[in-house]
């Protein structure tokens, strides 16, 4: 089969498509011909070997990649066969291997791909979407909310615009540069803003006509999470999960008494033991049309690229390999 390979930490060329041996299910695992593999930008963290993420960096030479969906071929001597020839999605945990024609995964991991959905739509659901779902039941969005999305053309930002529009929230989307601007205000949010636009914060200011955010949903953290702060009212709150700008939002502990916000911390931790359920949920969603998860694809062999892509900001929605 061909994998992309690393040998070494380091820039996407570290990433290297290369003809390896297939790999072998053992006890509990099958393996799934793949036909999606999930890139997240926890991939390009690990790959540039930045310690003290949410994983602990892999051993070397390695094959990246925790998010699959395809059929399964082969399965481990105490596994059902009945999984054999069923379409699968797959989230491999702290393993890898999925940037590849063929991935092994825990049995007890795997989800049945609705037929209704695509394999690149699963694998958006598998790892993103479960995300997506746990911090909106953090946010408790309502009708009467103004809601402000950061990243919003984004794997996170384009599930929760339509979400949010769902419940009868004003959505307010923040994106980089007009192409994802445009594609926030295709998702359906009312009011969209350029954030490298040096005047973004009193462009919506003047767009809000008066009207506090109630809510901000925030993932990318420096000056664009500062600014999405100060646009939040008395009572309103702050749900954040991360920082993909590379450092999160400079805002005191005494300004968030000082504004009457409250700090919202969605972490993988908090999420970890709901795994299952909300991979189930985050299915479910995309398998009924409630959510239409945005995805670009990539050929596996061309892996390099998609991360460089992640890294200057390139995207929309959620990044997907197919071999």
Known sequence: MH????YAFGPPTALLYEKVLDPVPGEGQV??????????VIDTTIRRGVEGGPFPLPSLPMTPGREVAGVVEEVGPDV????????????LGQTSGGYAELALAAAD?????????????AVAMIGTGRTAVGILEAAELTAGDVVVVTAAAGGLGSLFVPEAKAVGATVVALAGGPRKVERARTLGADIAADYTRADWVDEL?????????????????????????ELLGP????VRFGWSSGAPADIGADEFG????????????????RLPELETAALDRAATGTWQPLVQDFALARA????????????????????
Not at 31 to 40: C, T
Not at 212 to 220: F, H, P, Q, S
Not at 258 to 273: E, R
């Open 205 to 229: 200011r003047h767009a809000l006509a008066g009207r506090a955010a109630t809510v901000v949903l925030d993932g990318v953290g420096g000056s664009v999470g500062r600014g999405a702060f």
């Open 304 to 323: 390099a690229d998609a991360h460089e892509a992640i890294e200057a900001r390139a995207t929309m929605g959620k990044v997907v390999l197919v071999p």
């Open 80 to 91: 059902d066969r009945t999984w054999l020839g069923r379409r699968v999605v797959a989230h």
């Open 31 to 40: 393996r799934i011909a793949v036909a999606a593999a999930g890139v997240h």
């Open 258 to 273: 000082a504004h009457g916000v409250t700090d919202v911390v969605v972490i993988g931790a908090q999420l970890i033991p």
């Open 109 to 121: 991991r795997l989800h049945v791909v609705p037929p209704s959905l695509a394999e690149s739509a």
């Open 235 to 238: 009572g309103a709150r702050l």
């Open 3 to 6: 994998a992309i390979r690393q």
